[in-house]
């Protein structure tokens, strides 16, 4: 399933970057796409998330009344939940949505040259093989061969002139050594396979998106873009404290009401999610760190937009 979702990213990513010609930005632009196409899901979370916490008085109330009997307490939640026209799962599908499209993303930008450029196995083999025969036997990353591969062919397009150079030089000793006559037509073989169309220009304001953190210890500029995630994240997680706590006043107001799932949900997500991205950035990809940096400004963006407009407008509508 989650080959199919990076198939179809990776189609749409593509077209993006056919216009823009820059892989930085087309995962920009495809990161604000997407988060339009999500907008409809998102304001329905988040309506769906307020309405639950109104509901907390309601749910404790019935938790006080039926506490020794656990099957008409079930009962009488379930029949509270079916009149308010609301899930008490209803906060997992957020989640659920979250690492699919970790994992989309994730399995996207390691392997660009399959989900993006259309490549069958056979053809990155192909190209495995000549990188290893031309470069040695570590010159293609057992972890993100395609990275390996797309670094050699941005190489060898970008360095295309001093290569027609050595072709000249080499012509010449054609007619010097067989030997040398056979290995100069298994190189123009090679570059007959490197076609320009799966050039990847992955360099983005002086950092290279094909780069990866751990790998790359000694360049300081590969954790800029996971650093400026951290960053993001850590006002990300300060705007969902402040409506926790803004949330927790009013239980105690309300009796203390406990928090139900969504809620319960929604707060695990709040750390695990951005644990999990940063860890995963250090050891992949930084076109995957860029997209997550772009997508934790856009939600922070879309929270305050839902929150101080959409929803207040529709509480409004219901009272």
Same mark, same amino acid.
């Given at each position: 399933?989650?080959?199919?979702?990076?198939?179809?990213?990776?189609?749409?990513?593509?077209?993006?970057?056919? #216009?823009? =010609?820059? /892989?930085?930005?087309?995962?920009?632009?495809?990161? #604000?796409?997407? =988060?339009?196409?999500?907008?409809?899901?998102?304001?329905?979370?988040?309506?769906?998330?307020?309405?639950?916490?109104?509901?907390?008085?309601?749910?404790?109330?019935?938790?006080?009344?039926?506490?020794?009997?656990?099957?008409? &307490?079930?009962?009488?939640?379930?029949?509270?939940?079916?009149?308010?026209?609301?899930?008490?799962?209803?906060?997992?599908?957020?989640?659920?949505?979250?690492?699919?499209?970790?994992?989309?993303?994730? +399995?996207?930008?390691?392997?660009?040259?399959?989900?993006?450029?259309?490549?069958?196995? %056979?053809?990155?083999?192909?190209?495995?093989?000549?990188?290893?025969?031309?470069?040695?036997?570590?010159?293609?990353?057992?972890?993100?061969?395609?990275?390996?591969?797309?670094? +050699?062919?941005? $190489?060898? #397009?970008? $360095?295309?002139?001093?290569?027609?150079?050595?072709?000249?030089?080499?012509?010449?000793?054609? /007619?010097?050594?067989?030997?040398?006559?056979?290995?100069?037509?298994?190189?123009?073989?090679?570059?007959?396979?490197?076609?320009? %169309?799966?050039?990847?220009?992955?360099?983005?304001?002086?950092?290279?998106?094909?780069?990866?953190?751990?790998?790359?210890?000694?360049?300081?500029?590969?954790?800029?873009?996971?650093?400026?995630?951290?960053?993001?994240?850590? #006002?990300?997680? =300060?705007?969902?404290?402040?409506?926790?706590?803004?949330?927790?006043?009013? %239980?105690?107001?309300?009796?203390?009401?406990?928090?139900?799932?969504?809620?319960?949900?929604?707060?695990?997500?709040?750390?695990?999610?951005?644990?999990?991205?940063?860890?995963?950035?250090?050891?992949?990809?930084?076109?995957?760190? &860029? /997209?997550?940096?772009?997508?934790?400004? &856009?939600?922070?963006?879309?929270?305050?937009?839902? *929150?101080?407009?959409?929803?207040? =407008?529709?509480?409004?509508?219901? *009272?």
């Amino acid at each position: 399933m989650i080959s199919f979702f990076s198939n179809i990213f990776g189609y749409v990513l593509n077209i993006i970057y056919e #216009i823009v =010609k820059n /892989y930085g930005l087309a995962i920009i632009l495809f990161s #604000i796409l997407l =988060k339009i196409l999500l907008l409809p899901l998102t304001i329905k979370q988040q309506k769906t998330l307020k309405k639950s916490q109104k509901m907390q008085v309601e749910l404790k109330e019935i938790q006080d009344k039926y506490s020794n009997n656990p099957e008409k &307490l079930n009962q009488e939640m379930m029949d509270l939940y079916k009149r308010e026209n609301l899930s008490p799962f209803s906060g997992c599908l957020s989640s659920i949505v979250q690492i699919i499209l970790l994992l989309a993303m994730f +399995y996207l930008v390691s392997k660009p040259l399959t989900y993006m450029k259309k490549l069958d196995t %056979d053809e990155i083999n192909s190209y495995k093989e000549a990188i290893v025969q031309e470069e040695g036997e570590n010159s293609v990353s057992t972890t993100y061969p395609e990275i390996s591969i797309v670094k +050699y062919i941005n $190489n060898k #397009i970008d $360095n295309s002139e001093e290569t027609v150079v050595e072709n000249i030089d080499n012509t010449t000793e054609i /007619y010097e050594n067989d030997t040398t006559k056979t290995e100069v037509v298994e190189v123009e073989e090679n570059k007959l396979d490197i076609k320009e %169309d799966l050039y990847i220009n992955m360099n983005f304001l002086g950092v290279d998106l094909s780069s990866i953190p751990k790998d790359n210890y000694k360049d300081w500029k590969v954790f800029i873009i996971p650093l400026l995630y951290i960053v993001s994240s850590c #006002i990300s997680i =300060k705007m969902t404290q402040v409506q926790t706590k803004k949330k927790d006043q009013k %239980d105690e107001e309300n009796k203390n009401a406990e928090p139900d799932m969504t809620e319960q949900m929604n707060k695990s997500m709040t750390w695990m999610m951005p644990i999990l991205a940063v860890s995963v950035s250090l050891v992949a990809p930084l076109g995957l760190a &860029l /997209y997550w940096l772009v997508n934790n400004i &856009l939600m922070i963006i879309e929270r305050i937009v839902i *929150d101080k407009f959409i929803v207040p =407008k529709e509480e409004e509508k219901n *009272d």
